[in-house]
């Protein structure tokens, strides 16, 4: 304890001084909503006492996910390892600092809707077990033209290709101005680099420890979106925005540690993959199905999750192909990796990383060993081939996904009462609504057919 609060005031004594050097003048506190939404509130540097001391209440009501009206009153209790200067200046010339919250309860309990503490509570309990949770994602997304009212418009910026260069990829300065922001935030950027469709890319930044990488993509977000309108553009994170080529997905690259030591390296088995990856893959490939809504929230997201695209729409895994749901890069040693690669950029990071933990915990807590890995292309196998190597496909629509969800006791349990119920209430509205509207392709298709 008295280590705990030596460190806290010296990152104290650390922010007031940054505070005075870097002419701060606004300290802006920022959560996640349950449905994966940045949400803050910008206070003046006068009151930093008030935030530090965790006494800066908001209306919890007003907030998707949160709380009812009679229970409204929230206080955001600021990280303090997340202070940092944004890397622009207003245009007065004074600088602005963020820090990331927790919410917490008037008891001073810690709130369960909020998406850092389900998350938090799935790292207690990998710790408990002995694993450090590290993650390194992979976003992409699409950046687009707008028009003489600034609302974006579905006209690519661009007809470059994967890896292409300039003059084709016209969004070379766009990424750069990017990396150079999120350097400025702490960001270690490993590769930036145009994707497949048309105004699509991915800028991939070290991985972390789990927490450190959810906060990472919530300022990533951030970051693409206010550059590309810096620099006249619009960037989306809508899993598959534009019709006929590829959707954007967010592929998360998963290790558990134990101190300096990657478990799931094994230098003695023939593939180098410890017993715990097995049971960890195993976990992840019998839980899937239950958390797909988390990691494919959207309507939009099984629009993605189709054949034809190389989109991981099937249950398998293997060390040598991009097809199944889980590949295993080549690398050993410290940089042993589970890929999981259905999960698209628009989840909310938090739920993300919480459940796909908890489901390989589940498989490494019972022993879950996974069939056998899939080294054939998939996507070139017809119905009867994946039905003889037993290969599910994933949900094929958020209904179905909700479904999964609300019979999967593991993935309910990692979310909590509160997130789960909260959150397929608010996904089975969006369903609704979404049935109830009559789309173009149905007038196209049946209104002279019948």
């Known amino acids: 304890m008295k280590k705990a609060l030596a460190k806290r005031d010296e990152q104290i004594k650390s922010i007031k001084a940054l505070i005075k050097e870097k002419n701060v003048r606004f300290i802006l506190l920022q959560i996640a909503d349950i449905l994966g939404s940045v949400k803050s509130t910008t206070l003046p540097v006068s009151q930093i006492d008030k935030i530090i001391n965790n006494e800066v209440m908001f209306d919890g009501s007003s907030i998707d996910g949160f ?18 200067i944004l890397p622009w200046q207003t245009h007065n010339g004074y600088t602005t600092a963020r820090m990331i919250c927790d919410v917490y ?10 998406p850092r503490y389900v998350l938090k509570r799935a790292l207690e309990k ?31 910026n661009d007809k470059a290709g994967y890896f292409d260069m300039a003059p084709l990829d016209k969004g070379e300065d766009v990424r750069e101005a990017i990396t150079i922001a999120l350097e400025g935030f702490g960001f270690e950027v490993e590769a930036a680099h145009h994707e497949c469709g048309p105004g699509q890319h991915e800028i991939d930044f070290k991985y972390a420890d789990a927490l450190t990488t959810a906060d990472n993509i919530m300022t990533f977000r951030y970051v693409v979106k206010k550059i590309a309108d810096d620099f006249g553009l619009f960037a989306s994170f809508m899993p598959k925005p534009v019709e006929g080529i ?3 997905g967010m592929h998360l690259n998963m290790s558990l540690f134990n101190n300096e030591k990657n478990i799931f390296f094994d230098e003695n088995k023939e593939n180098g993959l410890s017993d715990e990856t097995m049971y960890f893959i195993g976990g992840l490939l019998k839980n899937v199905k239950g958390f797909t809504a988390i990691t494919n929230p959207l309507i939009n997201s099984y629009k993605r999750l189709v ?26 040693g410290l940089s042993t990796r589970v890929e999981l690669r259905n999960p698209d950029p628009s989840c909310n990071p938090y739920l993300a990383l919480a459940t796909a933990l908890t489901a390989g915990l589940d498989g ?39 479904a999964e969800l609300s019979k999967n006791e593991v993935v309910k349990e990692a979310l909590g009462n509160h997130v789960t119920n909260k959150f397929i209430s608010a996904k089975l509205g969006e369903w609704e609504e979404y049935v109830a509207k009559v789309h173009k392709w149905e007038i196209e298709r049946y209104l002279r057919a019948y």
């Open 364 to 402: 490494i807590e019972n022993r879950i060993s996974p069939p056998e890995p899939v080294n054939k292309n998939i996507y070139k196998m017809c119905l009867e081939e994946r039905q003889e190597n037993h290969i599910e496909a994933l949900p094929k629509s958020l209904y179905e996904a909700i």
């Open 126 to 156: 990998a710790e408990s077990m002995g694993f450090t949770f590290h993650v390194g994602p992979e976003p992409e997304f699409y950046m687009f033209n707008v028009d003489e009212k600034g609302n974006p418009v579905l006209e690519n």
């Open 246 to 248: 590829a959707g954007s």
């Open 67 to 84: 709380a009812r009206i009679e229970e409204s009153d929230m206080y955001l209790h600021p990280d303090l390892s997340t202070f940092i």
């Open 105 to 114: 309860m008037p008891n001073g309990e810690p709130f369960e809707g909020c």
């Open 307 to 332: 054949s034809g695209f190389e989109a991981p729409v099937n249950i398998a895994w293997s060390e040598k192909n991009r097809s199944p749901l889980i590949r295993i890069p080549a690398k050993r």
